[in-house]
């Protein structure tokens, strides 16, 4: 690992930062099989079922620690909660932590996205769906469920008052669910339920900072939410409140999105 690690998200035993790629010893005799990172944290999957998290603690997204006066924590520790489950994939950014095991149920721990509080406790949410990938952004989440695709928690940037284009997939979203302001701790929404696309299949999804993509079966790119820096690929830099069509210049196939923090990535996988 390198970089940053001034909450410990290093894994190092301090809290240095990195220039250089180095090995993180507590996993050198193990066996990792996935990696998720956060804003200031990251966490492990190694194939005996163990996820480890470390970095910042302030919102539970490592797990629980042994105090809560404790903000970080530069050692990799293990993470209660998944004796009695297979853990298939883990997922984070900002605040937040997921994971998903075998039967495609949704854990979710750390800054809150679905009820007021924070939470250092993996804890099931969605418990009727069938999930089957996951995008976490700083305040939000995207998830697809056979098909269908569903968000949880806020855009900082929505507008309530944007009317709906013609190259939406749906409806303008129910405004109506509460986000905390800037400063605030958590958020308050509602799921929300994005509408299929006529003749096409959601198989991918992705989210940034505050945006959110998509793409089909037929390589067909969507984006929306936070558009500053030009991310959604429309030709300009507004926020959009439902998903938009992305005009790429390449002939259909099979494609891959990725976000980053305020940028996105296509990629043709034909």
């Known amino acids: 690992m390198c970089g940053d690690g001034s909450f410990g998200q290093l894994g190092t035993g301090d809290n240095h930062s990195r220039s250089l790629p180095f090995e993180v010893a507590h996993f050198t005799p193990r066996h990792v ?11 492990v999957l190694l194939k005996d079922n ?8 302030r919102r539970g997204q490592i797990g629980k620690c042994a105090s809560r006066n404790e903000k970080s924590h530069n050692v990799p520790r293990l993470i209660d909660g998944f004796a009695d489950v297979k853990i298939a994939n883990v997922y984070a950014n900002g605040d ?4 998903l095991d075998e039967y495609c149920h949704l854990y979710i721990w750390g800054r809150a996205l679905m009820g007021e509080y924070d939470s250092d406790q993996p804890r099931v949410v969605l418990p009727s769906l069938s999930i089957s990938q996951v995008a976490l952004g700083w305040h939000h989440a995207v998830v697809l469920s056979e098909g269908e695709l569903f968000t949880i928690g806020v855009y900082r940037h929505q507008k309530c ?30 799921l929300e339920k994005i509408p299929c696309i006529d003749g096409e299949q959601v198989v991918q999804v992705a989210s940034g900072t505050e945006h959110s993509a998509f793409v089909t079966d ?4 969507f984006t929306w939410g936070w558009g500053e820096h030009g991310q959604l690929g429309l030709g300009d830099t507004s926020d959009q ?28 996988l034909a």
């Open 33 to 43: 099989e996935k990696l998720a990172l956060g804003m200031r944290h990251s966490l």
């Open 96 to 99: 937040h932590s997921a994971a």
């Open 161 to 190: 008052d944007i009317p709906v284009p013609r190259n939406v997939v749906g409806q303008q979203p129910n405004t109506n669910a509460t986000s905390s302001s800037h400063n605030g701790s958590s958020s308050l929404s509602a």
């Open 241 to 268: 409140v439902v998903p938009q069509r992305v005009k790429v210049a390449v002939s259909p196939g099979p494609r891959g999105v990725y976000c980053g923090s305020g940028f996105t990535i296509a990629v043709d």
């Open 218 to 221: 037929k390589g067909t790119v």
């Open 50 to 57: 163990s996820v480890y998290g470390f970095g910042s603690a």
